[in-house]
């Protein structure tokens, strides 16, 4: 294994994996710390955990373990990814993680850039830009759990850790990745080694991933990986041949639990055409009134492409955790999920599309799904994945994909594009 990674969420790490694997690395997703060692032809190797919004010293912990079941792999660098969005509180998790993976590495200067312009998510002058509009004023002002009110990435970080943070501007990165390795030095002579990196293009990443190719450690979005295989290429170490991904046959559902703009543009729009949807009511869901047994069972029953959804606005979300707490009506409704997820493929559903990684993350663990192998794109991303040889996934990160993301995702799972 030649790159370790650890991300923070299973549909942030399905992205990343996604982004290596377009770029000619057999990349095999992990979900939680393996116990075994990995199969001797992946070439990157994604440790996914479910430590985003877990209390600080829990995801430190998970953290530090993938790292150890990495570098027993032999991998030469290791990324830690997380949200494209930089989800997280002014506590954590992604500044303690970083300070103890840069512990452990002795790593002296870690790029912190989650700028995925594909997607729309570029960072100028430290400010992070979802479209057109900063962080705190695209929606993300309002998540649940790591509500994103800062768009300035240095003063958003500062206080999650314990070393100082710096800035590569994008003038600097248009002028090279030599430029890019200076200014990493300066910062760091000047105590400054967690830096900001500045990217609004493609061509951007791929200049920084060429400046830390020589770094153990490097944090960000997928985005910033979009560099690392070549580095790799150019030592001979990337094989030329791998598998061909084969599509899957037989039922489809989705399971919708993300709050976010896009994710609800596509619920709407599945609705609108007329697609069968059960709106799951949080209230119901959370006293029993409603049963995954109950959920599982319309959809097992339905034609076409069954969505089920508690993908509600931000006002609403507020309502039910002002009545049950957070932490409790986020917990109940991943448990009712996942266990939806497990009953669903009991009955014979072989195409299983998820949105929102926390939502995600609980499928995955509720189906106890332990490797997943990448495979082809489905929207900017978002990559096929299959996790048993008859069952294959799409997990959506809350904010990704096109409005008719749904019935895409199920025409590329079964192997058609049409």
Known sequence: MLLGCIGDDFTGSSDLGNTLAKAGMRVVQYSGVPEDPAAPDVEAGIVALKSRSVPVEEAVDLSLKALDWLRAQGCRQFLFKY?????STPEGNIGPVADALADALGADRVIFCPAFPATGRMIYQGHLFVGDRLLSESGMENHPLTPMTDPDLRRWLAPQVSRGVGHVPASVVWQGSEAVRARLDSEAAEGRPFVIADAIRDEDLLVLGRA???LPLLTGGS????GLPQNFRDQGLLATNHPVWQGQPGKAVILSGSCSRATRGQVACHIAEGSPALELDPEAVLSGAMTPQDAADWALTQTGLPLIYSSADPDAVRAVQSRHGTEAAASGLEAFFAETARLLVAGGVTRLITAGGETSGAVVE?????????GPEIDPGVPAIRARPNLVLALKSGNFGSEDFFAKAARRLEGTTA
């Open 212 to 214: 830390i190719a020589d």
């Open 223 to 226: 985005g910033i990986a979009l």
């Open 366 to 374: 509720g189906l106890s799904v332990e490797t997943l192998e990448i």
């Open 83 to 87: 949200c494209s969005t930089f989800d």
